[in-house]
């Protein structure tokens, strides 16, 4: 299975996220949900890169798959931290949507920092 979770600050702002596991929804190369995941993911995460000009702390198992995190820097402008959390929201949305479909496959939870 694949657990997403999302990290808010206090303020509500997603600050991290992080993605492990596998889906096993079919084989190598044929798994949609593993491939939905890895395309959201990856998306939003160059999409933060090119439309904010962030560059993000990106953790990621390049031998194995199945790990992924990636965390924002505090240090932004607030147009900055805008996009970014347009964009964040955007994952978490679509990420929320392949488990209304696939929730033996897949699922994502948020936690508030305090």
Known sequence: MIKGTFYRTESGTIHQFRITGHAGAGE????????????????????????????????????????????????????????????????LLGLESVQEDYQQYIQIKTITNH
Do not use: P, R
């Open 28 to 91: 190598y190369g044929e798994d949609i949900v593993c491939a939905a995941v890895s395309a959201l993911s990856i998306n939003a995460i160059n999409s933060v890169s090119s439309l904010a000009g962030i560059e993000m702390q990106v953790e990621a198992d390049q031998e194995n798959g199945g790990f992924l995190e990636a965390t924002i820097s505090e240090d932004l402008t607030q147009e900055q931290k805008n996009v970014a959390q347009i964009l964040l929201e955007s994952l």
